[in-house]
């Protein structure tokens, strides 16, 4: 999950992680009232109150994103016992004036700035027991100084927390994918698994690096996988179920120490690069290009799905092609792109791509691979881009020729620098995603069916 929800319920284990307790499963907003009674005075000023739970709030949410406990195999999200987690007493009284302060701000939490994952907020009484974090006592004498919640919370845990507000509310399945990962397949989760094992690999050197992280499950990536299960012992198969991915879920979390007040923290790109925002109406830009490619492509094989211009503005036309996507696949009509309608684009893409023989013949027009193309990068689509780019330096000698042996070395990587310059492309030099995958493929064609082309003929491509 790329940004923090609030839950929908909360599985709250009766006991310490190993015993034998019940599991019992509440709304969050009901936990967090739960918790602030137990451990917080309702008598407290209103301000060292709200500083609390939003402190408990964190620690919770902290809990369910970084998936601490279903990562290891329980079958719960949080622990009642303030020696693992906070204090929950099942089926106590509530306090009013926390239970109305609970409603007003359950959806909030603490990060850091730049970070995305809801900070571990440590507490304590601070006076049998002191820490790092927020000392609740302490809060107290703050309040009554006048400080406000926010000050109190930045006095404990630094100047550059944030406070995120209207959090959605959801039900949040388990991040796991329904399926095995394995060569071949493509997409977030597999860019999410490579991310993950390249940040481990820091810390445990033997297991090698993918490069590029590009949400395409390559041998590379097969080899850091396979490592990954021997260092820990589990079945070596090379293959991402679900016990593969809940531990690269744990170690990761160990190795970034997510779980404490002073952790590494996620930024966005530990997550993703290939998508960090909703694209709608006035967006433009390398992002838009690839949706319009991806709607287009898509239009020819599903004939409910409209054509998009591909000029790199979002506009109403755009933004109608996108709506007639959503209608096509049950997704909310609201014309723009968000992270749902971003991933279920990407596997509709991918699963015509994937049934396409990569093979080159003179004229015939294949679409974008599905996986960034760049130096290090071996395949059948690097073998195809080749042939293109050799094609194409028979009008523009400035395009060197290359073996065609389907290995993205530094003379491929010349190749299209060299396409990118005629073109005026700008961008990472030798890095070749979806609009610059059409800019080539429509360069050759035009070229192979006898049109002309000339530079500048492709603007809308200088927004990459």
């Known amino acids: 999950m790329p940004n923090p929800r609030i839950p929908e319920q909360i599985v709250v284990h009766l006991g310490a992680p190993d015993s034998e307790a019940m599991n019992v499963s509440v709304s969050f907003a009901d936990y967090i009232k739960n918790v602030a009674s137990s451990?917080?005075?309702?008598?407290?000023?209103?301000?060292?109150l709200r500083a609390n739970i939003l402190a408990q709030i964190s620690v919770a949410l902290n809990r369910v994103y970084t998936e601490f406990y279903r990562s290891r195999g329980y079958n719960f999200d949080i622990t009642n016992s303030p020696a693992y987690d906070q204090t929950f007493v099942y089926q106590r009284d509530i306090f009013s004036n926390i239970s109305e302060l609970v409603d007003e701000i359950f959806d909030s939490y603490i990060r850091r700035e730049e970070f995305i994952e809801p900070l571990f907020a440590t507490f304590c009484d601070g006076v049998e027991v002191t820490c790092q974090g927020l000392e609740q006592w302490g809060s107290v004498?703050?309040?009554?100084?006048?400080?406000?919640?926010?000050?109190?919370?930045?006095?404990?845990?630094?100047?550059?927390?944030?406070?995120?507000?209207?959090v959605p509310v959801e039900d949040i399945p388990s991040s796991a994918p329904a399926v095995t990962l394995q060569e071949g397949d493509t997409g977030r989760d597999v860019e999410l698994i490579q991310r993950k094992l390249n940040r481990i690999s820091a810390n445990y050197p033997g297991i090698p690096k993918i490069y590029p992280a590009d949400g395409f499950f390559d041998t590379s990536t097969t080899e850091a996988v396979r490592k990954f299960q021997e260092v820990f012992g589990l079945?070596?198969?090379?293959?991402?179920?679900?016990?593969?991915?809940?531990?690269?879920?744990?170690?990761?979390?160990?190795?970034?120490?997510?779980?404490t007040v002073n952790s590494e923290g996620i930024r966005i790109t530990d997550v993703s690069t290939r998508y960090t925002d909703t694209l709608s109406e006035g967006s433009s830009g390398d992002g838009v290009l690839t949706i319009q490619y991806y709607l287009s492509y898509i239009s020819l094989f599903v004939p409910s799905v409209i054509e998009a211009a591909f000029d790199g503005s979002f506009g109403p036309a755009t933004a109608n092609a996108v709506r007639s996507?959503?209608?096509t696949y049950g997704l909310p009509e609201t014309g723009a792109v968000d992270r749902a309608t971003w991933d279920r684009m990407e596997e509709v893409y991918f699963g015509?791509?994937?049934?396409?023989?990569?093979?080159?013949?003179?004229?015939?027009?294949?679409?974008?691979?599905?996986?960034?193309?760049r130096e290090g990068i071996e395949g059948n689509d690097v073998r195809v881009l080749q042939e293109y780019l050799n094609y194409i330096s028979s009008a523009y000698p400035e395009i060197p020729r290359v073996n065609v042996d389907g290995v993205f070395g530094p003379s491929t990587a010349e190749?299209?620098?060299?396409?990118?310059?005629?073109?005026?492309?700008?961008?990472?030099p030798d890095r070749v995603n979806a609009p610059i995958w059409n800019s080539i493929a429509s360069v050759y064609d035009d070229l192979?069916?006898?049109?002309s082309v000339s530079e500048g003929q492709y603007p809308g491509y200088n927004l990459s």
């Open 352 to 373: 015509i791509v994937n049934e396409i023989d990569y093979e080159f013949f003179g004229g015939r027009i294949l679409p974008f691979p599905g996986r960034v193309l």
């Open 235 to 259: 079945q070596v198969d090379g293959l991402v179920g679900r016990a593969t991915w809940n531990q690269i879920q744990f170690i990761y979390n160990a190795v970034k120490k997510l779980y």
């Open 325 to 327: 996507f959503q209608r």
């Open 39 to 48: 451990e917080i005075y309702p008598t407290w000023p209103k301000e060292a």
């Open 415 to 428: 190749q299209v620098r060299a396409f990118k310059e005629i073109f005026d492309l700008p961008g990472a």
């Open 141 to 166: 004498e703050l309040a009554e100084s006048g400080l406000d919640y926010y000050s109190i919370l930045k006095n404990y845990y630094g100047d550059n927390i944030v406070i995120e507000t209207d």
């Open 448 to 451: 192979y069916t006898g049109g």
